[in-house]
């Protein structure tokens, strides 16, 4: 019996024949295998990712090729489950075998679950979800923009809400695509147009509940960039209560409901009236304490001067400077009437003497060369004198 002599292999032609055989097996050209990522590296000038896959006890090295990459709609990261589609195949250089990946999905969470979850980590540590850069909404605003489906029940909801509760504030829809394709760019445009313009003091934006597909143009991240830079409030209002997305994170307030939204946009028009009425009743209260305060005080005022008033000072000295008044009156009285019985005596006296009075009686009054005759020796026979009685004056001659 003749021993076959065994075949000498180099390590290229082992390397190719085991490439052979996994090649032409069927079942390794297509399969699908789940594992947990690790090592994930993508080439930053090819595009193409690097990484392994493993599970609790083994590992195996795998290649997904630029035009793959760009078609996932999440960013593998290391840790995470998946499912792959993929290829088996050796890299003979290195004799090692390696899965060449098609297509990948997450295990376990939908794809779009996975980008909402990374975008949202994205935006959060750059700070867009940070509570110092929201923007107070004004308490009562003169108008509110709305930003959603011109037919949907969300725009109905608003408009009850805001017409019942505020309706005197201005409204301005900017009518929008809610979801399908063209939806985040609509959104987008519309928040930037109330952003430049200022035509509004607060902006809700939002639509009724739904699938997270047809939530998705509101995880958009440049909507979510465009909210963060709008220079005007935003009520964020998408879905239900249970429903988040990414507008609600970024936005400066975020309601369960469009009609929540409607209802924290604008007061209620009767809490205001009542508040006005507390104020009206709290500022008369206030005057009323004011006015008995200040009247306390004057009274307390009132019995100090009372004690010490000037007026009683003035009073007494008006008193004395009458009373001296009076006794000066009663004494210049006094001395005018003895002026005048001193007046009537001289006058009496003068009376008596005045020699027109004399000659009112009959007398005579004779003058020789005006000297006064007062004996019959101031004359003698022949003189000339001259007589005056009281109604005139003639001569008489002596004889």
């Given at each position: ?173 900017a009518p929008v695509l809610v979801q399908g394709e063209g939806a985040p760019a609509q ?213």
């Amino acid at each position: 019996m003749i021993t076959p002599t065994p075949k000498v292999y180099s390590v290229s032609q082992l390397n190719a024949r085991i490439a052979n055989l996994i090649a032409s097996d069927e079942e390794l050209q297509m399969i699908f295998i789940e594992g947990e990522l690790s090592n994930v590296n993508i080439n930053s000038k090819s595009g193409h990712m690097y990484f392994s896959l493993k599970d609790k006890n083994s590992v195996i090295r795998a290649v997904m090729f630029s035009w793959a990459v760009r078609n996932l709609r999440f960013r593998p990261e290391d840790g995470m489950k998946v499912i792959m589609r993929a290829q088996v195949t050796v890299y003979e250089p290195s004799g090692q075998y390696q899965l060449r990946v098609e297509d990948m999905q997450p295990d376990g969470v939908g794809v779009l679950a996975m980008q909402f979850e990374q975008l949202k980590k994205k935006l959060g540590a750059e700070g867009l979800f940070a509570e110092e850069h929201k923007k107070p909404i004004p308490a009562i605003p003169k108008t509110v923009g709305i930003i959603t489906s011109p037919t949907g029940a969300a725009i109905r909801d608003i408009l009850d809400i805001i017409g019942r509760r505020f309706p005197c504030v201005d409204l301005v829809l900017a009518p929008v695509l809610v979801q399908g394709e063209g939806a985040p760019a609509q959104l987008t445009n519309a928040i930037n147009l109330f952003s430049q313009s200022k035509a509004a003091d607060v902006v809700i934006i939002g639509r009724g509940g739904g699938s997270m597909e047809d939530l998705w143009a509101f995880n958009d991240e440049g909507l979510a960039r465009a909210i963060y830079a709008c220079q005007v409030p935003v009520i964020s209002a998408v879905g239900h209560e249970t429903d988040t997305t990414l507008c609600d994170f970024v936005s400066d307030l975020r309601a369960p409901t469009p009609s929540a939204a409607a209802e924290l946009a604008v007061p209620n028009r009767f809490d205001l009236l009542e508040n006005v009425q507390n104020l009206f009743r709290q500022g008369i209260a206030a005057v009323n304490t004011q006015f008995e305060f200040k009247q306390a005080e004057i009274d307390k005022l009132s019995q100090i001067t009372a004690a010490h008033s000037p007026l009683d000072e003035v009073e007494k000295d008006l008193e004395l400077v009458n009373s001296f008044a009076v006794r000066a009156a009663n004494a210049a009285n006094h001395s005018l009437d003895n002026a005048a019985a001193q007046a009537n005596e001289l006058f009496t006296k003068v009376e008596a003497l005045n020699p027109v009075a004399v000659l009112n009686r009959g007398f005579a009054y004779i003058t020789h060369d005006e000297n006064n005759v007062s004996s019959v020796t101031d004359v003698k026979s022949g003189d000339l004198l001259d007589i005056t009685v009281k109604d005139g004056k003639f001569q008489a001659e002596v004889k």
